[in-house]
């Protein structure tokens, strides 16, 4: 277990749950932490970013929501100034990166829109790593709140596997429960690579 470094302390202090070491351990299992690089999509407050800079990742991010991307640019900028940060969709991403990872981001999408983020991303990254709540049935429909925040409309999960599967030679899955993680929701993870090649 690597245990966050007093730099990311002196923005997060000691927030850093058992879910965090879970979603870091997996994403650590398969990045070549001094040659390869990782990006995050929906970064949210940066917590992730900043704990792989401090291990050696060449991190980088996007962040759709204004407020969000400006409270992480305004934490980092006298500490982790040198993490790229961007404020756009990750639609208009075209730099490669080694690996991608999201956590609870794409159950905020219906399958269609799930499915064209999943194509694009493998478009940008040979690996990736999703992270989502396990969903079984569609909940907050019709709410005003940011995608990927608290009260976002979430969709079926239980359908990832199989449009990954679509996109990806090789899809690893398991559950975290959420008495271990302790959180409301018991999750779902993702490692994917071996992309499928087009033919035609």
Not at 67 to 87: H, M, P, R, S, T
Not at 106 to 133: F, G, M, N, T
Not at 148 to 155: I, L, Q, S, W
């Amino acid at each position: 277990m690597i245990n966050p470094t007093n730099r990311y302390k002196k923005i997060f202090g000691n927030y850093w749950r058992s879910v965090d070491q879970k979603i870091a351990d997996l994403i650590l299992k398969h990045l070549d932490v001094e040659t390869e690089s990782a990006y995050e999509v929906g970064f949210g407050s940066g917590h992730y970013m900043a704990f792989l800079k401090d291990i050696g990742v060449n991190v980088s991010g996007t962040e759709i929501r204004k407020k969000a991307y400006q409270d992480v640019v305004n934490k980092f900028k006298n500490v982790y100034g040198d993490i790229e940060l961007n404020n756009y969709d990750i639609m208009e991403e075209c730099k490669f990166h080694d690996m991608a990872y999201s956590t609870g981001l794409i159950q905020c999408l219906k399958p269609k829109e799930r499915e064209v983020l999943i194509s694009h991303i493998a478009d940008i990254s040979d690996k990736v790593v999703y992270v989502v709540p396990v969903i079984q049935k569609m909940r907050n429909i019709g709410s005003e709140t940011d995608v990927a925040v608290d009260g976002c409309e979430e969709y079926e999960t239980g359908i990832i596997a199989y449009q990954l599967s679509k996109k990806y030679a090789y899809v690893e899955t398991g559950f975290w429960n959420r008495d271990e993680i302790e959180l409301t929701d018991d999750f779902q993870w993702f490692y994917c690579d071996n992309k499928r090649i087009k033919l035609g």
